[in-house]
């Protein structure tokens, strides 16, 4: 999935509890591996991908997209809408 101003990455890092967000890149999902980021150069960001994040939520038109998620209980809260 391509990130834009309107397809928006929102997560939580596992270790420092950060919260931020990414509107360029690209993502993708897949099971028991779990979410990968990659730059406009379409290299992978390790910092925040897999195991680095703790929670994840990609908002399209500030909707959150359902199959798009992971988020862990103590995080619902901080990632229950798109920031702005």
């Given at each position: ?6 397809c ?17 890149g ?59």
């Amino acid at each position: 999935m391509v990130l834009s101003w309107n397809c928006i990455l929102v997560y939580v890092l596992r270790d420092s509890g950060v919260r931020g967000r990414l509107t360029s890149g690209r993502i993708e999902f897949e099971a028991g591996k779990g979410l990968s980021v990659y730059g406009n150069s379409g290299l992978l960001n390790e910092y925040i991908s897999g195991v680095k994040l703790r929670s994840w939520r990609v908002f399209r038109h500030g909707t959150p997209l359902p199959a798009w998620s992971q988020v862990m209980p103590e995080d619902a809260d901080r990632l229950a809408r798109e920031p702005f």
